[in-house]
């Protein structure tokens, strides 16, 4: 199995990656024997994954690492780095490899303490690797003076440092930045692909993986979670019921008030599942008593940690928003599909009833008003807007259609 297993449905990234990291492999070798490097080389020190949410951005970044990690003997037989067998690959995947650091964010925002941090790190030569790889799995998050303190490491990187930046556009990445990087551009696998990798790396029966494939629309991540996860299942459920039960004010704000409080519980189990230890591993590592006295002088730092778990619950529960509301689109983009007649195949045909009944009561200029509600919803969620307002302005705009 090599680094571009898990790599689905894109075989044109593949192919420009593999022959940089061939290319990055031929330069450090004639680096290091003096010889004049390869001409037209396809490796660069900045690139930028962009594509839709679940088209695989990190995973290509990761992948990439890998392969520039390899350590493969085959190398020198003219075979192709990333293996996914040897040393490198493997601790470059497990995320264990001393030379590659893989940012990601559970917080709202990268800001500009953590990118110096970041930046710092990045201008130390490889401790054991070929190359010093940092791999910012979530680039639009960066604050704009987070960017622009990156935009210069970006500029005048080390010799052997390589930036991987992932975002889902061109867009929401600085100017300055993106016209400093290589750009490929992932796309969303088709739902076969998707279904074949659940059935074939996760164990998955074949009818619920096509199911979860379907009801994503592609979407890896998303999928795998809906095959495997009865609270996903759950939840899910209880979006697709939101369209039938917005027939009065009444009805509007107490789906709204649902829907939050599904998002709410989210975020409190992913709570349970890391605060808890989190918690107990920084009191054990401050030096806390038996009965859990604190040393004096670390009342800041348990501060500072409860502050970031905030934080990190405030952006779970966004994220299970944005979550119901994709289903939600998902539902009125179904509903559009049969009130124009389109052979397109539904995502959510396990509700056929319900989105029959609002195909027939409603018609195309109300499902698409609709639709725009939901982006709506989104936007306002974007500018901060109180959850549960934004929702409940939704709700009301989803029943006047």
Same mark, same amino acid.
């Given at each position: 199995?090599?680094?571009?297993?898990?790599?689905?449905?894109?075989?044109?990234?593949?192919?420009?990656?593999?022959?940089?990291?061939?290319?990055?492999?031929?330069?450090?070798?004639?680096?290091?024997?003096?010889?004049?490097?390869? /001409?037209?080389?396809?490796?660069?020190?900045?690139?930028?994954?962009?594509?839709?949410?679940?088209?695989?951005?990190?995973?290509?970044?990761? &992948?990439?690492?890998?392969?520039?990690?390899?350590?493969?003997?085959?190398?020198?037989?003219?075979?192709?780095?990333?293996?996914?067998?040897?040393?490198?690959?493997?601790?470059?995947?497990?995320?264990?490899?001393?030379?590659?650091?893989?940012?990601?964010?559970?917080?709202?925002?990268?800001?500009?303490?953590?990118? #110096? /941090?970041?930046?710092?790190?990045?201008?130390?030569?490889?401790?054991?690797?070929?190359?010093?790889?940092?791999?910012?799995?979530?680039?639009?998050?960066?604050?704009?003076?987070?960017?622009?303190?990156?935009?210069?490491?970006? /500029? /005048?990187?080390?010799?052997?440092?390589?930036?991987?930046?992932?975002?889902?556009?061109?867009?929401?990445?600085?100017?300055?930045? #993106?016209?400093?990087?290589?750009?490929?551009?992932?796309?969303?696998?088709?739902?076969?692909?998707?279904?074949?990798?659940?059935?074939?790396?996760?164990?998955?029966?074949?009818? &619920?993986?096509?199911?979860?494939?379907?009801?994503?629309?592609?979407?890896?991540?998303?999928?795998?979670?809906?095959?495997?996860?009865?609270?996903?299942?759950?939840?899910?459920?209880?979006?697709?019921?939101?369209?039938?039960?917005?027939?009065?004010?009444?009805?509007?704000?107490?789906?709204?008030?649902?829907?939050?409080?599904?998002?709410?519980?989210?975020?409190?189990?992913?709570?349970?599942?890391?605060?808890?230890?989190?918690?107990?591993?920084?009191?054990?590592?401050?030096?806390?008593?038996?009965?859990?006295?604190?040393?004096?002088?670390?009342?800041?730092?348990?501060?500072?940690?409860?502050?970031?778990?905030?934080?990190?619950?405030?952006?779970?529960? #966004?994220?299970?928003?944005?979550?119901?509301?994709?289903?939600?689109?998902?539902?009125?983009?179904?509903?559009?599909?049969?009130?124009?007649?389109?052979?397109? &195949?539904?995502?959510?045909?396990?509700?056929?009833?319900?989105?029959?009944?609002?195909?027939?009561?409603?018609?195309?200029?109300?499902?698409?008003?609709?639709?725009?509600?939901?982006?709506?919803?989104?936007? &306002?969620?974007?500018?901060?807007?109180?959850?549960?307002?934004?929702?409940?302005?939704?709700?009301?705009?989803?029943?006047?259609?």
């Amino acid at each position: 199995m090599t680094v571009w297993d898990d790599l689905v449905g894109q075989d044109r990234i593949q192919l420009t990656l593999s022959a940089a990291a061939r290319d990055a492999d031929a330069l450090v070798t004639a680096t290091s024997s003096g010889t004049a490097p390869p /001409e037209a080389s396809k490796m660069t020190h900045a690139w930028l994954f962009t594509g839709p949410p679940g088209s695989g951005r990190s995973t290509a970044a990761r &992948a990439f690492a890998a392969a520039l990690q390899c350590t493969s003997p085959d190398r020198a037989l003219g075979g192709e780095p990333g293996c996914g067998f040897c040393d490198g690959c493997h601790t470059s995947l497990i995320g264990t490899h001393a030379d590659v650091d893989v940012i990601r964010t559970d917080l709202l925002s990268i800001g500009v303490k953590e990118t #110096r /941090e970041l930046v710092r790190r990045a201008q130390l030569s490889p401790a054991v690797g070929r190359w010093q790889v940092i791999v910012l799995e979530d680039a639009d998050r960066l604050t704009e003076g987070a960017g622009n303190v990156l935009l210069k490491a970006v /500029e /005048e990187p080390a010799p052997r440092t390589v930036w991987l930046l992932c975002a889902p556009s061109l867009e929401d990445v600085l100017p300055t930045i #993106r016209s400093r990087c290589r750009h490929l551009v992932l796309s969303t696998p088709s739902m076969e692909a998707v279904a074949d990798v659940l059935i074939r790396r996760d164990g998955i029966e074949p009818d &619920a993986a096509h199911a979860a494939a379907r009801a994503t629309q592609g979407h890896i991540g998303r999928a795998r979670r809906l095959a495997t996860d009865e609270r996903a299942r759950a939840r899910r459920a209880t979006v697709l019921k939101m369209p039938l039960r917005v027939d009065d004010i009444g009805g509007c704000l107490k789906a709204a008030q649902e829907l939050i409080d599904a998002a709410t519980e989210d975020a409190k189990q992913v709570a349970e599942d890391v605060d808890v230890k989190e918690t107990e591993d920084m009191k054990a590592a401050l030096g806390a008593s038996a009965g859990g006295r604190m040393p004096r002088g670390t009342a800041g730092v348990m501060k500072e940690l409860a502050d970031r778990q905030k934080r990190r619950s405030t952006r779970t529960q #966004r994220d299970s928003l944005d979550l119901a509301l994709t289903d939600l689109t998902g539902f009125y983009r179904d509903v559009l599909a049969l009130q124009l007649g389109s052979r397109v &195949a539904l995502a959510n045909g396990d509700v056929q009833d319900a989105l029959d009944r609002i195909a027939r009561a409603s018609t195309p200029e109300r499902t698409l008003r609709r639709i725009e509600a939901i982006v709506a919803c989104r936007q &306002a969620l974007d500018r901060n807007v109180a959850p549960l307002l934004a929702v409940e302005s939704m709700a009301v705009s989803l029943r006047a259609g």
